[in-house]
């Protein structure tokens, strides 16, 4: 079975630090069974395969509540809650899929394709803000000069600008 988000539930019972989604919570059941909380499944599952960001403090929460000796959590860095969407466009969900129906789990052609979240903009951004928050100028300057070689995206070209003032540069 496949996991695309550790998102296990949005009772605010069971997950009080899930805080992102209020019209959801608001709209939806979140009281009764049987799709309460997807970790009471987990015990039941031959093999889960969870993809999740873990510089993401509420996905982060959600794998540690579904973490079992049946769980293969995949650290997708920089994808934010969305990771699933980013390994489609990097071209690495087909990969994962024959790697879980071939082995049982993620294998090295899985993480080769998923080398292609480098075109990805949703990482691309995700990497920069969360560069850029670490306040490492002169790091920041060098990735997102080389990502504005590639791609033209504004807000790489704001974190380059902070990184430049920061390191007394001229624009």
């Known amino acids: 079975v496949l996991a695309f988000s550790p998102q296990s539930t949005m009772n605010t019972v069971i997950a009080p630090f899930e805080k992102r989604f209020p ?3 608001r709209k939806s059941n979140w009281e009764g069974m049987p799709f309460l909380d997807a970790a009471a499944a987990i015990p039941y599952i031959h093999h889960v ?7 993401v403090p509420e996905d982060k929460a959600h794998a ?6 049946n769980v293969e959590q995949l650290k997708i860095c920089h994808a934010t809650h969305e990771a699933i969407r980013v390994v489609l466009k990097s071209d690495a969900f087909y990969p994962l899929l024959q790697g879980v129906v071939e082995t049982g789990g993620a294998t090295a052609d899985f993480w080769r394709a998923y080398r292609g979240r480098r075109d990805v ?5 995700a990497f920069i803000e969360r560069l850029d928050a670490t306040n490492r100028p ?5 990735a997102g000069g080389r990502i504005l ?23």
């Open 23 to 25: 019209f959801s919570v």
């Open 49 to 55: 395969v969870m993809l999740y960001d873990p510089f």
């Open 64 to 69: 540690a509540r579904m973490a079992g000796p």
């Open 121 to 125: 903009r949703k990482w691309l951004r």
């Open 138 to 142: 002169a790091l920041t300057l060098a």
């Open 149 to 171: 070689a590639i791609k033209d995206m504004a807000v790489v070209e704001r974190a380059v600008k902070r990184a430049r003032n920061q390191l007394g540069q001229s624009q």
